[in-house]
């Protein structure tokens, strides 16, 4: 097993928030953390490289770039994965990543994912590793989630943080969980936007929620109109 890892540019961190987000339910997380970077314009720090995942190349406006990259700055850290560990290599990815937010005096660790329901209505949940983290999520005014479970990598990531005494949330956005849902996505930020006290512009990841949600009307439609019985269709050449 390897994992390093890799930063480019030394950095002297200041008991920094780190946020991760890795595939999920809905991409919920990793559409948040990635807009999160572009919105707050993060520079990148480096990346991870593990033998734990397939060595896929990712490709963005037409230049490669590692599936797990790190970006920040002395206060904020965050962790993207474009591609999901398999379930039995969260432990040993969370494992290093706790070994490395402990060795540079992480203040939070917020993780992000969706939960999937039927009906989405907007709805943001907590999830607080102590009383102290419960309660700051309840003053932001976060509905705490009173039972559930959450696996992948943020599952292992929240009980590494958890065995290691570093203050973590989690927060999960109602998601469908069958399409990207920047919509979802968007509703996260604006508690993130309180957790890190930062101001974040969501409207483009609004407009692009309705772009999806367009789309799938207009096929929604033409899957109805093509299943219609033919009896149903008038024949052009009376009318």
Avoid: W
């Avoid at 540019?9 to 991409?27: D, R, S, Y």
């Avoid at 997380?29 to 807009?35: N, R, S």
């Avoid at 999806?212 to 269709?233: G, W």
């Amino acid at each position: 097993m390897m994992i390093d890892i890799v930063l480019k540019k030394e950095i002297e961190f200041k008991e920094p928030i780190v946020i991760e987000g890795f595939p999920g339910v809905g991409l919920v997380g990793h559409i948040a953390a990635t807009y999160l970077v572009s919105a707050l314009d993060v520079p990148e720090l480096g990346y991870i490289r593990t033998d734990l995942l397939p060595q896929i190349s990712m490709v963005m406006n037409g230049k490669v770039i590692p599936p797990i990259r790190i970006y920040g700055n002395e206060e904020l850290i965050i962790f993207i994965s474009d591609l999901a560990f398999p379930d039995d290599k969260t432990y040993d990815m969370a494992d290093k990543l706790g070994e490395f937010m402990k060795n540079n005096n992480v203040r939070t660790s917020v993780s992000l994912a969706g939960i999937g329901i039927n009906t989405p209505s907007g709805k943001v949940y907590g999830v607080g590793s102590n009383d102290e983290m419960l309660k700051k999520l309840q003053e932001l005014g976060i509905e705490p989630l009173n039972m559930g479970s959450i696996s992948g990598g943020s599952g292992a990531l929240l009980l590494e943080c958890y065995r290691q005494g570093i203050s973590s949330v989690a927060l999960l956005a109602e998601t469908q969980g069958n399409r990207p849902d920047p919509r979802a996505a968007s509703y996260m930020l604006d508690y993130i936007s309180k957790l890190i006290n930062k101001k974040i512009d969501t409207n483009p990841l609004i407009k692009e929620a309705e772009q999806i949600e367009s789309t799938l009307s207009n096929l929604s439609k033409d899957v109805v109109q093509n299943a219609r019985p033919k009896s149903d269709v008038q024949d052009t050449m009376y009318i």
